[in-house]
Each structure stands twice: as structure tokens, then as C-alpha cells.
């Protein structure tokens, strides 16, 4: 039995995360290795002002929600958790002020002011940026550099922020770019090919951006109707109002800006990708659960999962509960109901399901046939009653039942079916299926 501290990756080199950052807590007091502190005050506009006309939705695309959280929501928890950033101000129109302030509170995004934005994206950014230079300066006091970032772009780490950041502290402005997917062409007014632009010599331009906060605040104050109406870049607004040349920083493919409605789907699989990356396996000592916990440990780290055991004789007491997603709670022989029952106390407690949800596989070990009935039957009526429950606390109960056997064939493929179950739920988070047994 591996010690429960170890965990086991799998065997690939595990692919660049591209939602590393919904996992990672930063540490409030050591900056991340290879950079230095952020010794100056930083703040960020979010724009989420827009319409999302792209996405043919009713509901603008930065409230449409996925696994129960509203996209806007984990753009701010990205910048929220970035211990150096103290202040995010939340650009949105009036009529969505009431929608945003209710997030703000049921997701507890502390470090939030909401202001109301304009008719264009840069009008709403010059909302956000006055926001600072008209208030009390006890309440909003003014940064030294403001990160300006589309608030539905809801994927971006620490690490580029802070490269951002000190671009922007030393150069005056900072501004993420990526490689351009297609080629530029320019059209004739007829519609047809007027010329194509040499592609390696473009990069498409992204956010997060950075600026000294006087810097854009006096390129937005000199700004020109025409460029308040139809622009789209503010790296261009301090270059042409304040001769300041934006340094460019190459940003990872996770950039990304949610337009269309199918960029609502990919940000969903991002996140749960993300959180299906972990388990935990909660066993009881008695050989045949020990045994079971070490076989789907192999098997779940075959599939690249990072996989804890750990050895639970006196319930959820003995686990960290805190730094995982997904439990694997084998029960053996009797259904346990009090130890899950206590599971989801703890993580309602801790608010540990608030921002993503968490996933609860209950395995059914039976050991002698004698209990096999009773125990299913016994399981089915109390797990769909305690599912519900769990579900309104962002809490995904699902129930496996296995047989224990000696023959080792037998044996062999109840687990390898328990441990394709537990990853697929762990995986899809599919609400439908809680609260049911199904048979490994
Ligand atoms: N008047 C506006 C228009 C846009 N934005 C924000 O600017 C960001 C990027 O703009 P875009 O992707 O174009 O959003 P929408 O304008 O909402 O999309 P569409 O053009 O499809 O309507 C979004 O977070 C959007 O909410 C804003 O704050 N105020
Ligand atoms: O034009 P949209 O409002 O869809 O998106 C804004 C983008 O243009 C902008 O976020 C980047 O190009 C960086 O300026």
C-alpha cells in the first residue's frame, strides 16, 4: 500500500495544464520561484459590459454560466487569488448591476467594485479606469500599473500576469500577443482579394494588457469620439495619445476570449478538465478494501490521474478534505451513509464546493454475499435523499456497488469497470446520474 502522502502520476509527462491555475493556490507569501515581489499597488478594469451579440444567447455571454458558476465569475476568481492584486474593478451595464452584485456576494469575490460601463468597449474601460481617479483615495485608491483584461477571457495564470505587470511598470504599457491562426487579407470594396498581409510578420493581439495607470487614464482622457466608438485596442490609445510603445509579451494558447456560443462549451471542458485531474481514494482497512484502493490507485493513475489512498478507519476525520476534488469513498459491506452524510458537512463547511463542484463516488464493497442484498437496498433509498441534498451544496454524490471476489478474473473486471465509472463521473460531473448505484 503506497503511503497516502504519495501520489502517482501517470506514466506520460503530464501535457501543459491549461487551467493550471484553477487548482493552484498562490502563496500569499512567497512569490512564485523566479520572480521577484510585486512591490507597487496593481489594480484591474475587467470590460464585461458587452451585449455578447456573437453568441446568439439572450443572457450575455460573461453571466452564461457552466458548472453552476457564471464565466464572469472565474475571471475574477483568476485575478482574486493573485495575492499582489488588491483591487479589481468590474465594468458591467446598468441594467446588470443588480445580476453582478449578487455574484459578487454568492461567490464571495472580495476584492470586486462594480461600476457601470458605455455604449463601446472602450467607453466601458474608461468607466472602469475613473473609477479610481474620482473616488475617495481611502476607498479606491489609485495603482501604480492597471491590468485591463476582457472579462471573458477567464483563463489566465499568475505567472503571465506578473510578466505583464512589470513590462507594464518599466515600459509604460504591456500587451499579450499569440501567433496568428489565419492569414490577414484586405478586400476591395467589390468583395474580392485586394492584397494578403505576410502573416509571420503579424501576431493577433490579446489580453491581459498592462499600463502605467497616469499613462492610459491621460491616453483615455485625450481619446477621440471616433476611437471611443470603433477601436479596439488600447495599446494603440497610449501609443497615439501618449507616445508610448507597449512592450509585447508572448502569452500561452490559454488566452483565449469567449465570443461564440461553442467557446462557451470549450471553456467548460478547460475547467473540467482541470478538476478531473485529482482523486482521492478514502479506504477502509480490512484487506479487500485495501486491496481495491491499490488496484484502482494503478489503474486511475494509468489514466493519468493524480491519485492519493488514503487509509480512513475513523471517517472523514483522518483527510485533508480541503485539497481535493473528487473523493473515492469505498464503504465495505454497510452502506457508511453517516461517513458521506459527514464528508459534505465538512465541505459545506469549509465552502471547499463553493467555486467548483466536488465529486463524491461512494463505492459499495461487498465482502460476503450475505450483506449484498441488504446493503444495496439499504444504499438506493438513503444515497438518493442525501444526493439531493448534497447537490444544492455544489456537491456531486454518485454510488458504485461491487462485488468482492476470488476469482481473480472475476475480481480483475469488477475493478477495471469501477475504476472506468469512477473516472467518467469524475470526468462528465453529469447531475443527472447522482444519487443512482450503478453496478462495477
Ligand atoms: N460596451 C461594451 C462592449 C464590450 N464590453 C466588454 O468587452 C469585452 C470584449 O468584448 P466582446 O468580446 O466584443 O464582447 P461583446 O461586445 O459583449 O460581444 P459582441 O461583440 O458579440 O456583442 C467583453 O468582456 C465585453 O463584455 C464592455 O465592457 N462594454
Ligand atoms: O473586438 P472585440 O470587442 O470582440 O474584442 C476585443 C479585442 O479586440 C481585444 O480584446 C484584443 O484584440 C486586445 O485589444
Do not use: F, M, Q, Y
Given at each position: 500500500m503506497r503511503a497516502a502522502t504519495q501520489r502517482d502520476r501517470g506514466s506520460a509527462e503530464r501535457p501543459v495544464d491549461p487551467g493550471r491555475f484553477l487548482t493552484r493556490e498562490a502563496d500569499p507569501e512567497e512569490p512564485a520561484a523566479g520572480r521577484g515581489a510585486v512591490d507597487f499597488p496593481v489594480a484591474v478594469v475587467l470590460p464585461a459590459g458587452g451585449s455578447g451579440e456573437r453568441t446568439g444567447l439572450s443572457t450575455p455571454k460573461q453571466f452564461c454560466t457552466f458548472l453552476t458558476r457564471p464565466l464572469i465569475s472565474y475571471t475574477i476568481q483568476a485575478f482574486e487569488r493573485v495575492p499582489w492584486i488588491e483591487r479589481i474593478v468590474v465594468v458591467v451595464a446598468k441594467e446588470s448591476h443588480s445580476l453582478m452584485t449578487d455574484i459578487v456576494e454568492k461567490f464571495n469575490h472580495a476584492k470586486v467594485k462594480i461600476v457601470h460601463g458605455g455604449s463601446t468597449r472602450h467607453r466601458s474601460i474608461f468607466c472602469g479606469l475613473q473609477a479610481f481617479a474620482e473616488t475617495d483615495e481611502s476607498l479606491l485608491h489609485k495603482p501604480k500599473v492597471v491590468i485591463i483584461h476582457d472579462a471573458v477571457r477567464p483563463f489566465v495564470e499568475e505567472d503571465f500576469l506578473h510578466k505583464i505587470t512589470m513590462a507594464a511598470k518599466e515600459q509604460g504599457a504591456s500587451g499579450a500577443m499569440r501567433p496568428l491562426v489565419s492569414t490577414v487579407i484586405a478586400t476591395t470594396s467589390e468583395g474580392y482579394l485586394d492584397h494578403s498581409l505576410e502573416r509571420a510578420k503579424y501576431r493577433a493581439s490579446e489580453m491581459p494588457q498592462g499600463f502605467l495607470y497616469d499613462i492610459i487614464y491621460q491616453a483615455y482622457q485625450r481619446c477621440s469620439e471616433s476611437d471611443f466608438e470603433f477601436g479596439t485596442e488600447c495599446l494603440h490609445l497610449a501609443l497615439h495619445y501618449c507616445g508610448t510603445n507597449a512592450k509585447l509579451i508572448e502569452g500561452p494558447p490559454t488566452l483565449w476570449k469567449v465570443t461564440y456560443k461553442r467557446d462557451l462549451a470549450a471553456a467548460e471542458a478547460v475547467v473540467k478538465e482541470t478538476l478531473s485531474q485529482t482523486a482521492c481514494v478514502m479506504t477502509e482497512e480490512c484487506a479487500e478494501s485495501l486491496d481495491l484502493s491499490h488496484k484502482l490507485l494503478k489503474k486511475l493513475s494509468a489514466e493519468d490521474m493524480l491519485v492519493d489512498v488514503i487509509p480512513n478507519p475513523k471517517g472523514?476525520?483522518?483527510?485533508?478534505?480541503?485539497?481535493?476534488?473528487?473523493f473515492i469513498h469505498i464503504s465495505v459491506n454497510s452502506s457508511k451513509l453517516a461517513q458521506i452524510a459527514e464528508m459534505v458537512m465538512v465541505l459545506e463547511e469549509t465552502n471547499h464546493a463553493l467555486l467548483y463542484p466536488v465529486v463524491i463516488v461512494w463505492v459499495l464493497l461487498t465482502v460476503s454475499e450475505q450483506s449484498a442484498l441488504s446493503q444495496r437496498c439499504e444504499a438506493a433509498s438513503a444515497i438518493m435523499d442525501l444526493a439531493r441534498a448534497s447537490e444544492q451544496k455544489n456537491i456531486l454524490l454518485y454510488g458504485v456497488q461491487i462485488n468482492h471476489s476470488k476469482v481473480p478474473e472475476q475480481w480483475e473486471r469488477s475493478v477495471t469497470k469501477l475504476s472506468q465509472l469512477a473516472a467518467a463521473l469524475i470526468r462528465d460531473r453529469n447531475p443527472i446520474l447522482t444519487g443512482q448505484i450503478l453496478q462495477a
Open positions: 472523514v476525520k483522518g483527510v485533508s478534505l480541503t485539497s481535493n476534488r473528487n
